[in-house]
């Protein structure tokens, strides 16, 4: 990423066990929502503490919260994914919704298999301003390609649901199961 020292605002994820603190777009799916949501100075606090964490930078200008829950910036608003999903702003999951989280994460808690990510999910919108970060099609707020959730579908897979309802009149409309 690009961001300049000065504009960078870093707020930190613990990792290894798959629960997040802070808001970094990679919230557990514990159930404990409101328990999850702490202030970057707490955050900072407890993974110095933890002595393992890494960090993710917020884009430039982006609040803690539209980075979670969105709005996102025109251009992703209805924009297609990278499997030509429409992104409608009015029917998105949450992340915590749907076990958002890194995707080392959620391969160490046996939630994904290797290698998924958002970067190479069907539902993903890549990148169209810079900042390193995407959205999705089916998930509110910025999304980081090394993120993970639980609605995550391979690209052809997705083309060839398309691609059926094309053919059997079906309308091609997947469902999500969480
Ligand atoms: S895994 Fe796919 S559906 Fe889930 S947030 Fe990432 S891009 Fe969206």
């Known amino acids: 990423m690009s961001l300049s020292d000065e504009t960078r605002r870093r707020f930190l994820h613990l ?7 802070g808001l970094a777009g990679c919230l557990g799916g514990d159930g404990e929502q409101a328990e999850t949501t702490t202030t970057a100075t707490e955050t900072t606090t407890e993974a110095e503490e933890e002595g393992d964490e890494h960090e993710e ?6 609040s803690e919260e539209e980075f979670v829950s969105g709005p996102v910036p025109e251009e992703y608003r209805t924009a297609l994914s990278q499997a030509n999903e429409r992104r409608n702003p009015d029917e998105l999951f949450t992340k915590e919704a749907t076990q958002f989280q890194e995707a080392t994460d959620a391969v ?6 290797e290698g ?7 539902e993903y919108i ?7 970060f995407g959205a999705c099609a089916r998930v509110e707020g910025y999304i980081d390609p090394e993120d993970w959730c639980s609605l ?19 309308g091609g409309e997947a469902e999500y199961v969480l």
């Open 15 to 21: 990792a290894g066990s798959g629960t997040v603190v």
């Open 126 to 132: 890549p990148d169209k301003n810079g900042d390193g």
């Open 108 to 113: 160490e808690a046996g939630l994904a298999q």
């Open 116 to 122: 998924q990510n958002c970067g190479n999910c069907a």
């Open 57 to 62: 930078e917020l884009p430039e200008g982006v």
């Open 152 to 170: 995550w579908e391979s690209i052809e897979e997705a083309e060839a649901e398309q691609e059926e309802g094309e053919d059997g009149g079906g």
